[in-house]
């Protein structure tokens, strides 16, 4: 162990900085560098060095759905922060925890968690981080008007900050709650919107999230060839930036085009690929609608049996999910192919 030396900050701050927007394998590689180095330094009296440069691994591990890593680190900070009295930085670590448990599915308890932390916390920034979140949250619970609720308090704050960067999660959220409700025009607007900051920050993970919202738009506006283009588009991005199971988040995305345009067949193969590529333990909500997806194909190519033994596969799954959109879609599915048989 050695003491810092202004070279090892300068290294530090700019191998952390470089792990926003790099691609999955160059980010794992960089990881380890930086473990390596911050293994041989004595960070007594640089703690909160210590503390950006894990939170800067524990994000680039979430951004990349390596949900495991990302818990390890933002508990290791939660204790560094804790233990140092970094109050932000123990903050945004439990915040993130959160987002861990979002990730596996736990939404209920992570909305809880982020609506305590909000209350607490003052700093601007910070609060509106935990509302962005909140609004993700309920929009996966199917609780739309929650989701819009909270984020245009979360663009209240980004305006009167005259941000860009701030700018950008509640406008995606704001798309995202709006194509839930149908209100196309509104979605395509914010989501328009979103696009522009993203490329502007030059963030290419939230241009790729864009790009997947503004495909289901246009899918549901009955633009079906260009819904493909840009949701092809948003494969790519993933398929460099991402870890293998958020690639089956484009793979689910595609069918559910192809299936709008009648190739059931075509549909059929890219749901059974993002099954493929996902998980129980990652991506639960998006793993079950593609159960649901499947089944809906099934169904209309008459193949009950088919579609039942699916259903009954992701029973559990979307049981303990507890969104009641899907769970309107399971027991809807199942009545219906209990009634065709008589």
């Not at 960089?30 to 939170?55: C, H, K, W, Y």
């Not at 699916?310 to 399971?330: G, H, M, T, Y």
């Amino acid at each position: 162990m050695r003491t810092l030396s202004s070279v090892d900050r300068m290294k530090l701050k700019s191998l952390g900085d470089r792990l926003t927007n790099i691609p999955l394998e160059e980010g794992l590689e960089l990881v380890q560098e930086i473990s390596q180095l911050m293994a041989t330094l004595d960070f007594n009296g640089e703690e909160t060095l210590q503390a950006d440069v894990l939170t800067q691994i524990g994000v680039f591990y979430g951004t990349c759905s390596l949900i495991s890593e990302a818990e390890r680190i933002f508990q290791k900070l939660v204790k560094l922060a804790i233990r140092h009295s970094l109050r932000k930085h123990q903050l945004r670590a439990e915040s993130n925890l959160a987002i861990c448990k979002a990730q596996m599915g736990n939404y209920h308890e992570a909305i809880e968690i982020w609506k305590t932390l909000a209350d607490e916390e003052t700093d601007k920034v910070i609060t509106q981080n935990i509302l962005n979140n909140i609004s993700v949250g309920y929009g996966i619970l199917g609780e739309y008007h929650m989701a819009l609720n909270f984020a245009f308090k979360a663009l209240d704050i980004a305006q009167k900050a005259n941000s860009d960067e701030m700018m950008l999660s509640p406008l995606m959220n704001l798309s995202t709650a709006y194509e839930k409700m149908t209100e196309y025009d509104k979605a395509r607007q914010y989501v328009d919107q979103a696009i522009f900051y993203a490329r502007k920050l030059g963030n290419v993970r939230r241009e790729c999230e864009c790009l997947n919202n503004l495909s289901l738009i246009l899918n549901e506006v009955g633009e079906q060839e260009l819904a493909l283009k840009r949701a092809r588009e948003c494969l790519t991005l993933r398929l460099r930036y991402y870890a293998e199971n958020e690639h089956a988040i484009s793979y689910n995305n595609i069918g559910f085009i192809l299936e709008n345009m009648g190739k059931f067949n075509e549909a059929l193969k890219n749901y059974k690929m993002a099954l493929k590529l996902s998980n129980d333990q990652t991506n639960q909500a998006s793993r079950a609608n593609t159960y649901l997806n499947t089944v809906s194909i099934y169904l209309k190519q008459n193949k009950e049996d088919m579609a039942l033994r699916q259903l009954d596969e992701a029973k559990e799954l979307v049981q303990s999910l507890k969104i009641n959109e899907q769970l309107v879609r399971f027991y809807g599915y199942r009545s219906q192919i209990y009634a065709d048989k008589g």
